[in-house]
């Protein structure tokens, strides 16, 4: 079992910058593909960014590409998402998330992370 918690969330003006953290605990380990999801308001859920296994390479959804970077730390056990130029549409509930044994091609599937934290919420005003 993977515990994630999530914090860091809270309003800020448009243009502004956030960094999120995410720290996991039980059993998790370097092989895991940890990263982020969001969901805004009437929304599905959406792919944000992740790290896929011990490559600890970086992936982006299109919408964030550019503005956000992930950062994993595996002594640490944490995921941070640093947001820059926070736009009106990235309001949303942003979910840290754990895949085991993910394939590259499945990273950006919801129903890939088997781990969910409780979400923090960003909240960007104009």
């Known amino acids: 079992q993977v515990h994630l918690i999530e914090s860091g969330g809270g309003l800020v003006q448009a243009g502004d910058s956030l960094r999120l953290s995410c720290a996991a605990s039980?059993?998790?380990?370097?092989?895991?593909?940890m990263g982020w999801f969001r969901q805004g308001p009437g929304k599905e859920r959406e792919f944000v960014a992740t790290?896929?296994?011990?490559?600890?390479?970086?992936y982006y959804g299109d919408s964030v590409k550019g503005r956000f970077t992930i950062s994993r730390d595996n002594a640490k056990k944490t995921v941070d998402l640093i947001m820059d130029n926070l736009r009106l549409e990235d309001t949303a509930v942003y979910y840290c998330?754990?895949?085991?044994?993910?394939?590259?091609?499945?990273?950006?599937?919801?129903?890939?992370?088997?781990?969910w934290g409780q979400g923090t919420q960003v909240t960007v005003s104009s």
């Open positions: 790290t896929f296994r011990s490559y600890n390479r970086a």
């Open positions: 998330a754990v895949a085991k044994n993910v394939i590259l091609s499945n990273i950006r599937s919801a129903g890939a992370y088997a781990y």
């Open positions: 039980g059993t998790t380990d370097n092989s895991d593909t």
